[in-house]
């Protein structure tokens, strides 16, 4: 159901790949509740996946970019503020990459060339879309700004590697840039913490099917998938949270807050 909260927004979604992937969702959703959105990602990205399909389903052009590269990311921002006839009031930050999870090289043996290009892609790319934005004045007064975390930023879990550091990053690039776009232009900049969720990505990962297994038993209300990760987006994108910025806000059935749940303790229970 469309309740038409972005009736009349413009947005930039960075980072979708295929339907599997969360800013496909989130594009979709945009799109139903009355945005238009112009698409960015890679060559690369472009070439794999099916970016294509989302641009005709959703009447998006797709602007080609490299997240590392301050140039390429200002020519999104610019074409984009071009196709729309002017500023742009919300976008997505959906992109992560980290060759030694790909490698499988474990925390303490990591390649350090790997883990500049993990925080650069996964974490300093937040500041550079921001930087950008910011120069160009690109953003409506009263815009929003989301990027996608995970609760590895706080907690340690095994095999996510140095994209712990990545994520925590840009949480705090988001604190930081909330209070300067806050206090001059009321634009709000938040992280949602999201549950595990099948991916391309994130179901590439070993273990990953054991992860999704026991986050679903120790969250209340279970694991929050991609579509309901889209509809949490789209409220911060909207007018109904403006008063909302600089928060790490988990969407994930409550497992941040819990230590042990019954189901959880029953599996442990049983192998014992």
Known sequence: MAYN?????????FGALNDQSLAWK?????????????????????????LKQLSEECNAPIYVADATSFTEIENVFKQSMDHFGGKIDFFLHSIGMSMNVR????????NYDFLMKTLDIS??????MLQVARKLDAINDWGSVVALSYIAAQRTFHRYNDMSEAKAILESIARSFGYMYGRDKKIRINTISQSPT??????GVKGFDSLLDFTDRMSPLGNASADECADYCITLFSDL???????????DGGFSSMGMSLRAMQVIDKEI
């Open 5 to 13: 909260l972005l009736k009349g927004k413009k947005g930039i979604i």
């Open 26 to 50: 989130i594009a979709k959703r945009a799109v139903e509740e009355g945005a238009e959105i112009t698409l960015s990602n890679t060559p690369m990205a472009l070439r794999l996946g099916t």
């Open 103 to 110: 490698k499988s090289l474990p925390y303490d043996n990591l």
């Open 123 to 128: 974490g300093v790319s937040f500041h550079r």
């Open 198 to 203: 099948a991916t391309t990505a994130g179901s």
């Open 241 to 251: 949270t403006r008063k909302v910025t600089m928060q790490n806000l988990f969407h």
